[in-house]
């Protein structure tokens, strides 16, 4: 019990490091000095910065400027939080090296969310972290005679899974897809495997076809508005990493394999 609410806890202080990592690489802002506000540029005191807890005390205002401070920030430090704890429930994780490379492949993948959503872009340096994970990742996982043939077959994959996006993008000239998108891609057929990757993806497109549905009605968006993909491709990844195992079994039941 204890260790989750270290994780926990563990996750809301890292969720406030993501806040600031997705804002700073999104505009290529150094990621080093204080933290500020976005309005006023104050330098925020240590109080302003308890995560969670200080939005609540602060009634959603910046103490300087007054200005409302955005729901980002509090709804991601608390999601950082619960899926660290989930990562160690659903995948079994002890405290250990694989923890720590699954716990930064998620902290990746909630800036990819943020970032994609509130700037419509993914940028290299958090993809490179994340490949670095993923890979760090396999090194504690396939350490033996046969390590560089598995790894070699999942770069395969890796392609394989990166081919759909790959093709819209270049028959759309881009238009339809980011190539941002198509580099993600590469990177959840190296993290999920083959038939994982392209699940993943699939329910992508599906969440992001009802949600772009959800917003063409409700009058947010129009037909020719561009979304962000990205969200939806974590989403995904999520859903496959977590559970997976599961969905695969209903599939195989369905289709009696």
Request: with cysteine; hydrophobic share 55%; net charge positive.
């Amino acid at each position: 019990m204890w260790f989750f609410i270290y994780l926990f806890i563990l996750g809301l202080a890292i969720g406030s490091f993501l806040n600031v990592l997705s804002d700073r690489l999104a505009n290529e802002q150094s990621l080093l000095g204080r933290s500020y506000c976005d309005h006023c540029r104050h330098q925020l005191r240590i109080l302003d910065l308890i995560p969670v807890l200080s939005f609540f005390l602060l009634k959603g205002h910046c103490r300087f400027c007054h200005k409302k401070i955005s729901w980002q920030y509090p709804l991601v430090e608390l999601a950082t939080g619960l899926l660290f704890v989930l990562t160690a429930i659903t995948l079994s994780l002890n405290l250990g090296s694989q923890l720590f490379f699954y716990l930064g492949i998620i902290s990746c993948l909630i800036v990819i969310f943020v970032v994609d959503l509130k700037y419509q872009i993914i940028p290299d340096q958090i993809q490179i972290a994340l490949f670095i994970f993923i890979f760090s990742l396999k090194i504690t996982t396939l350490i033996g005679d046969q390590f560089f043939a598995v790894l070699l077959k999942d770069i395969v994959y890796s392609f394989l899974v990166m081919l759909p996006l790959f093709l819209i993008y270049l028959l759309t000239s881009g238009r339809g897809i980011g190539f941002g998108d198509v580099k993600f891609a590469f990177l959840i057929g190296f993290l999920l495997g083959f038939r994982d990757g392209l699940l993943s993806l699939y329910l992508g497109f599906i969440i992001g076809a009802f949600f772009g549905i959800f917003l063409i009605f409700s009058g947010k968006k129009k037909l020719k508005s561009k979304i962000a993909f990205g969200p939806f491709l974590v989403m995904g990844v999520l859903i496959l990493l977590y559970w997976g195992q599961i969905l695969n079994k209903i599939i195989n039941q369905f289709y009696g394999l």
